[in-house]
């Protein structure tokens, strides 16, 4: 049913660190490519930064050199660590994983619940 869950929201002052944490069922994270999309307040859901099957990431003009992508396929987890955080990185942050399915002859944008991050002092 579930099959992201993200988690590690919450509130932040500016320059401060989030770490970010996405548990996902079964082999999704080692057998997918997974990314980190968000959505500010009155703006359209954007992607942040992706991480494919075969490790290789890219990340969004907005958090290049302040974010980073990692799994851990052991703990099938995908992670978003964010430094110096600013006010413009406040959003609702989701999990994403791109799961071939058959029935679609195409991928299913597999999604979490999302997980707020307020950055302000």
């Known amino acids: 049913q579930v099959q992201l869950v993200e988690s590690g929201g919450g509130l932040v002052q500016p320059g401060g660190s989030l770490r970010l944490s996405c548990a996902a069922a079964?082999?999704?994270?080692?057998?997918?490519?997974m990314a980190w999309y968000r959505q500010a307040p009155g703006k359209q859901r954007e992607l942040v930064a992706a991480?494919?099957?075969?490790?290789?990431?890219k990340y969004a003009d907005s958090g290049k050199g302040r974010f980073t992508i990692s799994r851990n396929n052991a703990k099938n987890a995908v992670y978003l660590q964010m430094n110096i955080l600013k006010p413009e990185d406040t959003a609702v942050y989701y999990c994403?994983?791109?799961?071939?399915?058959?029935?679609?002859?195409?991928?299913?944008?597999?999604w979490g619940q999302g997980t707020l991050v307020t950055v302000s002092s």
């Open positions: 994403n994983a791109a799961v071939w399915n058959s029935g679609l002859l195409g991928y299913l944008e597999v």
């Open positions: 079964g082999s999704i994270v080692s057998n997918n490519a």
């Open positions: 991480v494919t099957s075969g490790g290789s990431t």
